[in-house]
């Protein structure tokens, strides 16, 4: 065992973890933020990504020994209790969310996406995109909620789903 | 997964001297490595993560040439303005390599020591010829990536030895470089065929040629045969045919799940003819285009 410090959602933690342990594990079984998903455990759903230093990575292929100093975001750092993130609430209003378990994956990409091409075509989308897989949308209402969310962003608004 | 250690090397010597101990395994972005410790195809005691020793990491550029660290993530080479503009090639299959999330944490020190014969930096590598700069505990020394590899997840590394620098000649403004990959699914899968061409053009005559081929032979390779061909020559449609037919004969494919070793034969013919012509289409050549 070790003692791991790193700043979670903002907040400092110092926690015991196993040379073994994936981020993803210590994220969902020490901290108890289940947002964030296991759906393959090697790296091929993108049910895990999470923001580590900023950049989107699958936390199921991350140690946990790995992120001591480091900064980590989770879905649940977006949005706070009485109020959805802006991109959750784009998921919602265009219906991109079925069972929903890929959905945090989706999310934290499309803040990725958007902090570095905050006006994307729908090819750059789905290209940044294709490490998440979904079983029930069948994508279109993804990029639609993508689209909307990166527009609502713009200074001059608008995007609206269909 | 089965348990081992975590060690941080702060320098190559430490690392060096960790790796002695059995089953220990060097930890880069660890892409392919958790992979296969979670499949327990292999049981490592000790993972001695590089990520930390200074001068591992970053791209400069020089006037013929580029060092690259190997700890440097696909992704930042992916998007490296200098990259894209002066090793377009690399740049280009460092794209197609995993999704995002992969290749921010996947390095290209990993992409070639992993060897797989599919290793999606290696063809555009291996058409840049790239020299590894390896070090171990007998001292440091150049090896043209060509005689790195021996097999499938088999390279020349032998009692620790680290790859520490990729050196890369940066080729001439009037080179045209293409990648092109083929996989089962178009993103996030392996290629079963990967193909770089790389010409250097000087006034509509190939002065230079290179070929990289991926996933069609026990190691990525190159053919000098076909490249001795295009070389010193004008492109014409015969040219492209025989240059293709070529490279078709010398690759060495097997059949697996992604493809027969018939069809992986036959997509190389193809992929050879297409790169070749769409780097036609880029030069200018004294006739005209390519009849
Ligand atoms: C979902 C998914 C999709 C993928 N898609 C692709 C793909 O499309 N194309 C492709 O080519 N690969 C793909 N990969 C494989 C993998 O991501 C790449 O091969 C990657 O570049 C490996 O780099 P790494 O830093 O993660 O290596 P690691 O897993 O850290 O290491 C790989 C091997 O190299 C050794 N090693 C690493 N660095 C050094 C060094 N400097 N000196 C000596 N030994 C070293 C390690 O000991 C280990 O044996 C994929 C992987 C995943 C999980
Ligand atoms: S759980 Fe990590 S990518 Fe699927
Ligand atoms: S909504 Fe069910 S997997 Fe995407």
């Known amino acids: ?162 | 997964m089965n348990s081992f250690r975590y060690q941080k090397a702060g320098n190559i010597s430490e690392a060096l001297k960790w790796s002695k101990e059995s089953q220990a395994y060097y930890l880069a972005g660890g892409t392919d490595l958790l992979g296969k410790i979670k499949t327990e195809r292999i049981k490592p005691s000790v993972l001695i993560d590089l990520k930390k020793i200074p001068g591992l990491r970053g791209i400069s550029f020089y006037d013929d040439r580029a060092e690259i660290g190997p700890l440097t993530t696909i992704r930042e080479i992916e998007i490296s303005p200098q990259v894209k503009e002066r090793l377009p090639i690399l740049s280009s299959a460092s794209g197609k390599l995993g999704s995002v999330q992969v290749r921010n944490k996947a390095t290209i020190g990993g992409n070639i020591c992993n060897a797989a014969p599919s290793a999606e930096t290696v063809p555009a590598l291996l058409c840049l010829d790239t020299v590894a700069e390896i070090v171990g505990p007998t001292g440091v020394r150049q090896i043209p990536l060509d005689y790195f590899f021996i097999g499938p997840g088999q390279t020349i590394l032998q009692n620790g030895e680290i790859l520490r620098k990729l050196i890369v000649k940066v080729p001439p403004t009037t080179s045209r470089g293409i990648y092109h990959k083929l996989s089962v699914r178009r993103a996030m899968d392996i290629a079963f065929v990967g193909v770089a061409v790389l010409l250097e053009v000087v006034a509509g005559k190939i002065a230079h040629a290179r070929i990289g081929l991926g996933a069609v032979a026990p190691v990525p390779m190159r053919v000098p045969q076909a490249e001795n061909l295009l070389a010193g020559n004008f492109l014409s449609k015969e040219l492209i045919t025989d240059a293709a037919y070529i490279t078709a004969q010398s690759c060495q494919p097997i059949s697996d799940i992604r493809a027969s070793a018939d069809y992986r034969r036959l997509m190389v013919k193809s992929l050879i003819e297409k790169a070749l012509w769409q780097i036609s289409t880029t030069i200018e050549l004294p006739g005209g285009e390519v009849k």
């Open chain 1, 1 to 162: 065992m070790r003692q791991i410090k790193f700043r979670v959602n903002g907040v400092m933690q110092s926690i015991e973890a196993a040379d073994n342990q994936t981020l993803l594990d210590i994220l969902r079984e020490r901290l108890h933020l289940t947002g964030t998903k296991k759906g393959c455990d090697e790296g091929d759903c993108g049910a895990c990504t999470v923001l580590l230093n900023k950049q989107p990575v699958n936390s199921c292929l991350v140690l946990a020994a790995e992120v001591d100093g480091c900064e980590v975001i989770t879905i649940e750092g977006l949005a706070n209790e009485e109020k959805n993130d802006p991109i959750q609430q784009a998921f919602v209003d265009c219906g991109a969310v079925q069972c929903g378990f890929c959905t945090p994956g989706m999310v934290m990409m499309t803040h990725a996406l958007l902090e570095e091409t905050p006006n994307p075509s729908e090819e750059e989308i789905r290209n940044f995109m294709e490490g998440n897989l979904c079983r029930c949308t069948g994508y279109v209402k993804i990029v639609e909620a993508v689209q909307t969310a990166a527009a609502r962003r713009l200074p001059e608004g608008g995007g609206e789903c269909d």
